[in-house]
């Protein structure tokens, strides 16, 4: 069984780089039709899509963030990561990891605990 | 860029039918997934590709989709199934993924 896990630092500073981690375990991020996906929720509202890493290394990101984030892999540790610059409070989030599979159509089958993500001074 | 519009919440008594739409642009041609997030609570995927229920996920969650909105129905509601449900389209490789802004059900 497929297990996602979110790993970060829980307060940035504004302006400076949020970055975060998830690790993969029951699979390989380089096997099989699959999408992985960082998502975030601000508290008490909806979710909103950050962007996506196919599991052949290519990615695509939600347009209102592209100037800002990268997401990227590690094929050793079976992990990618999320890298998002010049945070400001509006970046204040739960932040998930989730897998698209093409056993649902691309719906977020799989989806880590997340964390919390606070920018504050 | 594409838009989901959902209610912001929708109440229905124990036993009844609750009924929670996504309208979008020709909705109708795109895959529609579905997904219940509990207080504290990981999303959870209900319904995917309009109308499928993943494995454990109750017969009473059914779905459908047509023309400009996504409809999910909760038959024999129970208080379990209090909980925000958002609906989420992905047309293509090429196409950004979006959610619904969600709606709040609420058992009476």
């Known amino acids: 069984q497929v297990h996602l896990q979110e790993s970060g630092p829980g307060l940035v500073k504004p302006s400076q780089t949020l970055a975060l981690t998830c690790n993969v375990s029951g699979d390989s991020i380089n096997s099989g039709s699959y999408y992985w996906t960082w998502i975030r929720q601000p508290a008490g509202k909806g979710l909103e899509w950050i962007g996506r890493?196919?599991?052949?290394?290519?990615?695509y990101y939600n347009p209102s963030l592209l100037s800002r984030v990268t997401i990227s892999a590690s094929l050793t540790k079976n992990q990618f990561s999320l890298k998002l610059t010049s945070v400001t409070a509006a970046d204040t989030a739960v932040y998930y990891c989730?897998?698209?599979?093409?056993?649902?159509?691309?719906?977020?089958?799989?989806w880590g605990q997340g964390t919390t993500v606070t920018v504050s001074s | 860029s594409y838009v989901l519009t959902q209610a912001p919440s929708v109440s229905v008594a124990p036993g009844k039918t609750a009924t929670i739409s996504c309208g979008g642009d020709?909705?109708?041609?795109?895959?529609v997934h579905w997904y219940q997030q509990k207080p504290g609570q990981v999303p959870l995927l209900v319904i995917y590709y309009d109308a499928e229920r993943p494995s454990g996920i109750p017969e009473r969650f059914s779905g459908s989709n047509s023309g400009n909105m996504a409809t999910l129905t909760i038959s024999r509601v129970e208080a379990g199934d209090e909980a925000d449900y958002y609906c989420?389209?992905?047309?293509?490789?090429?196409?950004?993924?979006?959610f619904g802004g969600g709606t709040k059900l609420t058992v009476l």
């Open positions: 890493m196919y599991s052949s290394g290519s990615t």
């Open positions: 989420q389209v992905w047309d293509s490789s090429d196409d950004p993924v979006v």
């Open positions: 020709n909705i109708g041609t795109k895959n």
């Open positions: 989730a897998r698209a599979s093409t056993q649902f159509y691309y719906g977020y089958d799989v």
